[in-house]
Antibody
Framework: EVQLVESGGALVQPGGSLRLSCAVS????????MHWVRQAPGKGLVWVAR????????SYADSVKGRFTISRDNAKNTLYLQMSSLRAEDTALYYC???????????WGLGTLVTVSS | DIVMTQSPDSLAVSLGERATINCKSS????????????LAWYQQKPGQPPKLLLY???TRESGVPDRFSGSASGTDFTLTISSLQAEDVALYYC?????????FGGGTKVEIK
């Protein structure tokens, strides 16, 4: 059974930092490009970042570039998102998601909630 | 960035009737190597992550009922639910996976009339 389990979401003050994790099982993690996608309360889906299969290439949405870092540990089947200089507008449910080359994003976790507020 | 414009924002359809959702991309998402559109449709129910329904604009994901279908014409895409069932009440999103950043339409809320 495919499972993606995010963790690390919390209430954090503006300017603070947080690290999200996504533990994967049920598929060959090292064969999948991995993404973080977020959804603010009552809003739509917004792509945040992507990392390629071996971690050598990353890409970010302009809104998080320079503040967020995506990484992965293929030995631990785990994806990470290091978030710093957090803003109120970063408040959202953060999903990790998996995609094979030239295919749609087909594996999604249940999400972890990040709330940025004083 | 490729902008995905989805319409309508919401629609109410009677059980058993047809529901049609439109999505337009600001530029082509046709992948030349495959001659296919890199366009997906997702269904999201409250408290759940998105679920892949269709990819390559019209290919149903395994297990998706055949009342869901997709079509493409240039940069215009359509998701059709041929006979709306109660379990189809949800938000629907189109998404292009042709290039980064991945971009989603704003979503369409489907309800029962």
């Amino acid at each position: 059974e495919v499972q993606l389990v995010e963790s690390g979401g919390a209430l954090v003050q503006p300017g603070g930092s947080l690290r999200l994790s996504c533990a994967v099982s049920g598929f060959t993690f090292s064969n999948y490009r991995m993404h973080w996608v977020r959804q603010a309360p009552g809003k739509g889906l917004v792509w945040v970042a992507r990392i390629n299969t071996d971690g050598s290439y990353t890409s970010y949405a302009d809104s998080v570039k320079g503040r967020f870092t995506i990484s992965r540990d293929n030995a631990k089947n785990t994806l990470y998102l290091q978030m710093s200089s957090l803003r109120a507008e970063d408040t959202a449910l953060y999903y990790c998601a998996g995609q094979q080359y030239d295919t749609p994003v087909d594996y999604w976790g249940l999400g972890t909630l990040v709330t940025v507020s004083s | 960035d490729i902008v995905m414009t989805q319409s309508p924002d919401s629609l109410a359809v009677s059980l058993g009737e047809r529901a049609t959702i439109n999505c337009k991309s600001s530029q082509s998402v046709l992948h030349n190597s495959y001659n296919k559109n890199f366009l997906a449709w997702y269904q999201q129910k409250p408290g759940q992550p998105p679920k892949l329904l269709l990819y390559l604009a019209s290919t149903r994901e395994s297990g998706v009922p055949d009342r869901f279908s997709g079509s493409a014409s240039g940069t215009d895409f359509t998701l059709t639910i041929s006979s709306l069932q109660a379990e189809d009440v949800a938000l629907y999103y189109c998404q292009q996976y042709y290039s980064l950043p991945l971009t989603f339409g704003g979503g369409t809320k489907v309800e029962i009339k």
